[in-house]
């Protein structure tokens, strides 16, 4: 049973029930004072006369403004009655610790009602009442908080309640990152999603703003220029389970480095790294560029692809600024450049250039090898401390001179000795995807696959806009004594104007480092140090675990597909999968559950009949797990599967900590899970809801009923509890950090400091 069906499962033989009333991004939630029953699903008899349907949310606002440190949060939130009685319950919302309460509006027969603000003693007392009443352990996240209660009655039959409730806190900063929290985690409980829902956070600052941006959720943030930022967030009918998080970094030097960090009981460290450039960037900082297009005309280039590309081609020769350099060399059977050097980006050159793209036809084979060797050529005969780029668009594998792909990946490297960047395209899926990754990844680039129903023009321009404006490349950095290891990425890329660069790792000693960035521009060396704290054990940040591996195993996943399985990586990738819930072709069986409802983990498959397996299906409808085996994952380097493959590796290296959720399976409770690129996870024989959960750092397993720490192996020493007990409680007082993975269900067995808890009924 999910959570909620275990609250509503219980509720009618009890006299106080809890109604998760704000639908998942909401933040406060109503205690009725009444027996609740599920909402009627159809046909059948209709829940006990003495029952009441759960309140529902139809709309949820949220709007808060900061000046440098200091927020002011408005709530404006709808609660509907669907039941034909009249109703009475209690309003709770539970407040950031350095929060007061400014104004909470609420009228009730013509009176404004009043609530009161409880401290962490007595909020503690009261989540603890409902948590032994409901026999429900949801509510532990949010033991120990200070909470905002009022009384709520008359709430009408059909009618609705609008409570508005506006608070200020004092914003916490840390190293100069500001961070602010607004609880929506409540709201996982919720009966029914919310139909609509909006969070606006304005930011303004005396300080310049340098890395803004929302690990928690999938938000828009826009900066008009240093000192504001504004980043919203909307979504319909949904059920989020976290709370919505910002961190905004304040600071007077040029670049800004932003570290977030966390680091579990007996563990090394983990932390994320943000680089970002000032927005209100002086043309001076801005450096020229040198640029060279090579466009496959092949004939299979012919149609749309060439007609879009031609289009891609005209908008990035026009986004070319006046002191940029630039040439173009198109190829087919052989590679024909539009001039013998690179030439400066002035309106008769670029004009010329239009003019000679709208002239190629698509005809003939595909000479890669002379194309790019071309390229780097013009490259080196400049002899420049510019930035130089290759941006290489192809649809095809190498069919004229040198064919054999490792030879060319070869010659590139040789050639280019590390200064030029290639950014390769590959269209459609009847090319090379090991030659055309290995090129950009020997070649200190980066590669995107545009599918045959996608624009080419799109996905190219996009790309060209942002590394129009280069501002530092050749980035180092160093780490002090914090004893840093498996860093990712392993090659740092180039900064660019509007851009960020975001690196995950592990540390080994926790405390006060310097941390130092490192970076040329137009040839000069430059260098910033910034003092860090990394975390000695931290309640935050707890994203950072399953960001980091998330990283990792896309990297990993690449090492095969590039260099060859071996057993060594093929472990890792499994071990990372089973711990933090990842998908990949290695553990597409990742949970397989048989007809006595025991789930395994990274197990054979069971009988056909008696299973549900979790795959992998991709937005063109077709599975990792069904179209091939790990092995010829591994092997694939044409088709379909190849592309598939490069693609999931590399949005496992760039995943953000809002979209790591969607890269595992954990806590969807669902039968189908939406991936942010369009394609789905789902149970291979139907609905079913999921037999994992994921709480904090840990992923738990559905074994027998009961949840299961994916780290416990039945060798630790295990402490039973009974759930609910005096015994319980003191647990929860004494290790405030089992909170969250209590929450997780009633029979659960947890793993902390190499010691396992297990809550019995």
């Known amino acids: 049973m999910s959570t909620n069906r275990i609250v509503f499962a219980l509720v009618p033989a009890l006299l106080v029930a809890v109604v998760w009333t704000a639908p998942v991004e909401a933040d406060g939630f109503i205690v009725i004072d009444r027996p609740i029953r599920p909402p009627h699903p159809g046909p059948g008899p209709v829940p006990p006369r003495n029952a009441y349907f759960p309140l529902e949310v139809k709309n949820h606002n949220v709007t808060c403004d900061i000046r440098d440190t200091v927020g002011t949060t408005k709530i404006d939130q709808v609660f509907h009655n669907p039941n034909n009685a009249q109703m009475e319950g209690t309003y709770l919302f539970p407040l950031p610790e350095t929060a007061s309460v400014r104004k909470f509006s609420m009228w009730m027969n013509g009176k404004e009602v009043h609530g009161e603000l409880l401290d962490a003693e007595k909020a503690r007392a009261t989540y603890e009442d409902i948590v032994r009443k409901m026999r429900d352990p949801a509510l532990l996240e949010y033991v120990g908080g200070r909470v905002y209660r009022a009384r709520v009655f008359p709430i009408p039959a059909n ?17 100069g990152l500001a961070t602010y929290r607004y609880p929506l985690n409540t709201e996982k409980f919720s009966a029914k999603d919310i139909e ?15 890395s803004v941006f929302c690990p928690s959720h999938n938000a ?162 400049a002899k420049s401390d510019r930035p130089y780029m290759i941006v290489f668009i192809t649809d095809g594998e190498p069919t004229v001179g040198e064919r054999d792909p490792a030879r060319i ?64 490349s050749d980035i180092e950095l160093r780490f002090g004594d914090a004893d840093v290891s498996d860093v990712y990425p392993k090659q740092l890329p180039d900064l660019f104007h509007g851009g960020e660069l975001v690196v995950v790792g592990r540390y080994h000693k926790p405390g006060r480092h310097a941390v130092a960035v ?166 291979s024989s139907g609905p079913k809801e999921s037999p994992i959960r994921v709480a904090g750092t840990k992923t738990f397993y559905l074994d027998n009923g009961r949840w299961t720490d994916s780290e416990y192996d039945g060798k630790a020493e295990t402490k039973k509890v009974k759930a609910y007990s005096d015994e319980y409680f003191k647990l929860l007082r004494d290790t405030p950090e089992l909170a969250k993975y209590l929450a997780v269900g009633e029979r659960i067995i947890i793993v902390l400091n190499k010691v396992a808890y297990e809550v019995v009924e």
């Not at 009618?159 to 190293?175: M, S």
């Not at 009847?430 to 995107?448: H, I, P, S, V």
């Open 409 to 472: 990946q070869a010659n590139v490297k040789n050639a280019n000795e590390g200064r030029s960047r290639l950014f390769v395209f590959g269209v459609g899926h009847d090319l090379n995807t090991k030659l055309l990754d290995g090129l950009a990844e020997d070649n200190r680039g980066a590669r995107e696959y545009i599918d045959e129903k996608e624009d080419i023009e799109i996905k190219v321009s996009s790309f060209f806009k942002k590394v129009s404006d280069p501002v530092l």
């Open 159 to 175: 009618g609705d309640v609008r409570i508005a409730l506006q608070y200020d806190e004092t914003i916490p900063v840390n190293d």
């Open 518 to 683: 490192h970076g040329k521009r137009a040839g000069q060396s430059l260098s910033w140090t910034f003092q860090t704290t990394f975390a000695e054990g931290s309640a935050d940040n707890d994203f950072l675990p399953r960001l980091w591996a998330t990283r990792k195993t896309g990297y990993l996943m690449d090492e095969i597909r590039l260099h060859g399985e071996t057993k060594e990586l093929k472990d890792e990738i499994v071990r990372l999968a089973k711990r933090y819930a990842i998908i990949t072709p290695y553990t597409s069986y990742l949970v397989v559950e048989d007809s006595t409802g025991v789930a395994g983990v990274g197990r054979p498959p069971a009988q056909p009949a008696a299973r549900v397996m979790y795959e992998y299906v991709a937005k063109d409808g077709a599975t990792f797990g069904a179209m091939k085996s790990a092995g010829s994952y591994a092997r694939e380097s044409r088709g379909q599967v190849a592309v598939r493959g490069s693609e999931e590796a590399l949005a496992m290296q760039r995943a953000a900590p809002a979209e790591v959720g969607g890269l595992m399976i954990g806590g969807f409770g669902g039968a189908a899970v939406m991936k942010p690129d369009g394609s789905t996870l789902t149970p």
């Open 196 to 210: 609509d829902v909006t969070i606006v956070v304005n930011v303004k600052s005396a300080i310049p703003l340098k």
């Open 220 to 381: 828009t943030v826009s900066r008009p220029n240093d000192r504001e930022a504004r980043v919203g967030f909307e979504a319909h009918h949904v059920r989020p389970d976290q709370d919505f998080v910002v961190h905004y970094q304040m600071s007077e030097k040029e670049f800004g480095l932003s570290v977030l960090s966390f680091r579990p009981a007996g563990e090394d460290g983990f932390f994320m790294a943000r680089i970002a450039p000032p927005i209100d960037i002086a043309s001076g900082k801005i450096v020229p560029k040198d640029v060279c297009f090579v466009f496959d005309t092949s004939g299979s280039m012919a149609g749309e692809k060439i007609a879009q590309a031609k289009r891609a081609m005209t908008f990035c020769l026009a986004s070319l600024r006046p002191e940029d350099r630039f040439n173009i060399i198109s190829f087919a059977t052989e590679a024909r450049p539009f001039r013998d050097s690179l030439v400066p980006a002035t309106r008769e050159n670029v004009e010329a250039a239009r003019a000679e793209v709208q002239r190629v036809e698509a005809a003939g084979g595909t000479s890669i090898n002379e194309a790019l060797l071309a390229a780097i050529k013009a490259g080196a005969q």
